[in-house]
């Protein structure tokens, strides 16, 4: 690509035409062989039998996954401590086993499990992201770290220095991990098929939060556009996964009642493959995705669409009593006539064994023509036949129906050439998508020791720290108070006192006592090291330069969120802004004016309305 790069810059630049004819007889070589690489590639990122599971593929149409977003090996051990000495003014080397343990976990998180344990260790890292956005990146300044990750299908590398699009790429990889696991499910079981639906509803829920929350990616696969169609697509594969499980217990054994739902919600996977066709085929997510998925989607939408028809007509042609009330009113709603077809046949609801014989054929060669396109468009994938196991579905399928009509064909039957009413799509079973839950993945921060994430933070300043010493008799006092806690915040200095003389300035920190650390040490606590102190006391402070944490914010407190420039990955909406391992707060809830959260142990803690006046008593 950097070849290909510099030659077309030559190329355009250069004046000599004997030296634009080499380059563009190089350009013209590098191009053919990035094709072959991009043939390559594509082969192997859209192979959707990958992922299958074997004692199922044999009966079921394969899924839909998709591969994981690779990354390089980082080290961002050098910045990390810069930042630390600079910006809280810490001894860095106290934080190497937390930078190493951060290294790891990204380390490890590169090549996760498929299963539940790598999607924990994906979700793990994730909640440490939250805190290492926080502690150490802002858009003021650049660390000079920069995250590389390629695209899931093309493989082609995107690096950016924002954070955002470092944990993108990790809810992508979850996403994809989803899918993966989803496709491998036994689906010949009832049980394999609610794990699949599941899955598959876990990734498509990922991906619209991904959609919601992350704009101007970098790299196709985090698109807008691409998202959107993977949301449809999963949501395809877990309603495909419902009429599987609908069909396992043989809706043609029972009545036709089980083969009219069966027909619907044939009916219903056949349009939501339909839906996912219009995203697929539109740009530019057309020119993006292996034409093998779209293959596969057209040849979904037909074979969902002829199984529809199949079912309706099973149930019409085995039914042999006189239909009920239930079943008629059943067939007024599900059939759909179509106004501008000359040659439909004007039976919705048959009256007598004739007409319910003949509405039955109209649906079963209606299947046959289905099933013949759906065969049609898998031979024109050179993909797709590779993928045996989906031909043999697909031709089980044509012959069961041409069985069934060659049952019931009578000879020189000139009705037959008539079209059937379209099957209305309809289900019992909704599909709803939550959004993730990243409280139940709760880590600790890493770089707890650096104090309060709420003050000692990125986008915080104040002060270096600077020791004060101050020394009294018994009869003095110190001349100031305290109030707060983590830190203890200098509520008061009295004037003309030994803190004033020393230095010591309303709303400073304290952050440590005679060389003890007291970033996290509550009110009390500070107050009794004050006292133990006697008559020598050593503090450091810090004077934070943002604000004056003593008086409340005049306006609202903006809430901490990823933000870059336009060019850049960026965290957008509010759901994002909250912890990962606090609850996900859901603004379609009843009060949907207000939001809630039932932990978040990042809440500011607020400042304790009693004045202690930090002094020994003479003796």
Known sequence: MMLRAGAERLF????????????????SFVNSNLQLLKEQLADLNSSVDVYQNGDSSAFAVPMIPLGLKETKDMDFRDAFKDFIMEHYSEDASQFEDAIGELMDLRQAMRTPTRDQSGTSLLFRYYSHLYYV????????????????????????????????FEK??????????????GARQD?????????????????????????NNFSNAPSMDLRPETLEMLVNLMLAQARECIFEKLILTGPEKKNIEACLEAGQEAAQAAEAYECVHKHISAEPVKDYVPYSWIALVLVKT????????????????????ELSTVVKDMLGCIQISDPEKTTLVDIKVPQNKEERCLLGKCHLRESLILHDESLRIHKMCRQLRKIDSLLDKLRKSHERALNKYADVEEEDDFQEVLDPPRIQASTKYQLTLTPPDFSQYKVKDLFHDLGHLAIFCAKQHWTAPRTIHLSKSDEKTYGFSVRGDCPAIVAAVDKDSLAEFA???????????????????????????????????????????????????????????SSSRASTVSSIRAVDRISPTGSWMSTNSKDSGTKKSTWNPFRRTTLKDKTELCSVPSR
Request: proline share 2%.
């Open 12 to 27: 355009r630049a250069t004046t000599n035409k004997k030296l634009k004819e080499t380059v563009a007889l190089e350009l």
């Open 133 to 164: 956005e926080r502690r150490f990146f802002t858009s003021e300044r650049n660390l000079g770290v920069f995250f590389e990750w390629y695209d899931s299908l093309t493989g082609v590398p995107s690096c950016q220095k924002t954070i955002a």
């Open 168 to 181: 993108a790429s990790v809810l992508f990889n979850i996403a994809a991990l989803y899918t993966q696991i």
């Open 187 to 211: 689906r010949n079981k009832s049980s394999g098929l609610d794990s699949s639906v599941d899955s598959l509803l876990r990734a498509a829920s990922m991906f619209l939060y991904i959609n």
């Open 302 to 321: 037909e074979h969902y669409r002829a199984l529809s028809h199949y079912y309706v007509a099973l149930g019409l042609l085995d039914h042999t009593d």
């Open 503 to 561: 230095g010591m300035k309303e709303g400073d920190f304290i952050v440590a006592v005679n060389d003890t650390a007291t970033k996290w040490f509550k009110h009390d606590e500070v107050v009794a090291l004050i006292r133990l102190a006697e008559n020598g006391l050593s503090l450091k402070l810090v004077t934070p330069t943002d604000r004056n944490y003593l008086r409340p914010r005049e306006t609202s407190r903006s809430p901490s969120s």
